[in-house]
């Protein structure tokens, strides 16, 4: 962009001091130019200003980044606990499971073993009671036998008794871990997909953070290439006051040059007689006075200060009134070009010559031939560029020549 700007800035120079005789320098040019380098600079604010509104997200975005990820620290570590709970659950179910399982083993153990008792008693019935009589040495031995077997039997029944209800308990309990199992289940369920959630959010912020800070650099390559774009701007305005000076200085001298000349040959006023066609036999105009598209840059709105005539090389240009060659010079806009100076401020102009054919200074008439048709300077093919200017300023030439 800056090699762009720079290469128009010195292809403006270039023509501008290529053309300092014949074309003025209009103040009001520079004026746009300074009013282009005032909105580049209010751009560069706008620039500025939308850079430091990324900033500023950039860092809202981190420091909201930051409370995400401390608020996933405090999920993880809820969940951690939360499985620590759950594993430490799963131990406390696990004992009582095995707790549950041994108390069912000794309940049918002391099930089976008061059967037998039961069913010896049973079959024996008042043999056993007899047997244990006789065997009494004493009527109070056999009444500590009769007790002890009553002993025996309560014990039986109260030791069942005691294991069912040990082992109801131990259901309740485990009933109870199993529920508080599943609430640390379903805790822990909602602490993942918080955690998911959370996550999630973190990513998401991060994608902005990084579309936020691919803005910010894309806004900085804008803001220095409109900063390049400025110096360059700046370059111009003070190239293009330059030249207005040195055009001003060259005209006063010419003014001063054309006044001592025109004392010294008498150069006649402008008559206002009928100018000639300068290319007899050759009428195709290819492009009227005004504002046209630019055949070379392309530009929408580019100012043609005369008409342009097509003929082929070699082609006579004639001088189309009386006059004298104020310059005939070759210039890199005009190319091979020629002015004449009919008096009372007016001139004719000739671009884009394969020869000159006059010099400045000399004096000619109406008719004769001045240069050749060609296409030197910036044309894109042979033809011949006329101009009028009146007073310092071009007008349209159909107001001197009839076509």
């Known amino acids: 962009m800056k090699n762009k700007k720079y290469f128009a800035v010195c292809f403006l120079i270039a023509a501008m001091v290529g053309i300092l005789a014949a074309q003025p320098l209009w103040a009001t040019s520079i004026e746009d130019e300074k009013k282009k380098q005032k909105a580049m600079e209010e751009d560069l604010k706008d620039y500025q200003s939308m850079l430091d509104d990324l900033e500023s997200l950039r860092s809202d975005t981190k420091a909201y980044i930051q409370a995400l990820d401390e608020q996933l620290t405090a999920v993880t570590d809820h969940l951690n606990e939360l499985n620590g709970q759950m594993t430490a659950k799963q131990a406390e179910i696990d004992v009582i499971n095995q707790n549950l399982a041994q108390q069912e083993t000794d309940i049918n153990q002391q099930y089976e073993a ?3 008792r039961i069913q010896f008693m049973f079959e024996n019935g008042n043999t056993y009671y007899l047997d244990m009589l006789l065997g009494s040495d004493s009527m109070a031995d056999f009444l ?5 077997m009553k002993e025996i039997t309560d014990y039986d029944r109260n030791m069942l008794d005691k294991m069912k209800e040990t082992k109801t308990q131990i259901e309740n309990t485990k009933t109870m871990l199993e529920s508080e199992k599943q609430n640390l289940a379903e805790m822990t369920a909602q602490a993942e ?3 998911k959630s959370v996550e999630a959010l973190v990513a998401d912020k991060r994608q902005q953070l990084l ?5 910010i650099d894309a806004a900085q ?3 220095d290439a409109q900063q390049e774009e400025i110096e360059a701007q700046k370059q111009l305005v003070a190239e293009l006051e330059e030249i207005e000076r040195k055009r001003k200085e060259e005209e ?5 040059e054309a006044e ?12 206002g007689g009928a100018f000639m066609w300068p290319l007899p036999g050759n009428y195709r105009i290819t492009s009227q006075y005004g504002y046209r598209t630019d055949p070379i840059t392309g530009a929408a709105l580019s ?9 082929p090389t070699g082609t006579e240009i004639h001088a189309v009134y009386d006059g004298e060659v104020a310059w005939a010079y070759y210039s890199t806009t005009a190319g091979n070009w020629v002015g004449i100076d009919h008096g009372d401020g007016l001139y004719t102009v000739y671009m884009h010559a394969s020869a000159l054919l006059v010099s400045e200074g000399d004096r000619v008439s109406k008719g004769d031939v001045i240069a050749l048709v060609g296409s030197t300077g910036r044309s894109t093919g042979p033809h011949l560029h006329l101009s009028v200017r009146k007073n310092g300023s071009y007008v349209d030439p159909r107001l001197y020549l009839n076509y």
């Open 114 to 116: 008061m059967k037998k």
């Open 144 to 148: 500590n036998r009769a007790e002890y």
């Open 193 to 195: 997909n918080e955690k």
């Open 211 to 215: 579309n936020t800070e691919n803005q």
């Open 221 to 223: 390559i804008d803001i």
């Open 252 to 256: 006063e001298r010419r003014r001063r």
């Open 260 to 271: 001592l000349k025109k004392q010294q040959t008498q150069i006649p006023n402008y008559d």
């Open 303 to 311: 100012y043609h200060n005369g008409v342009d005539i097509g003929a």
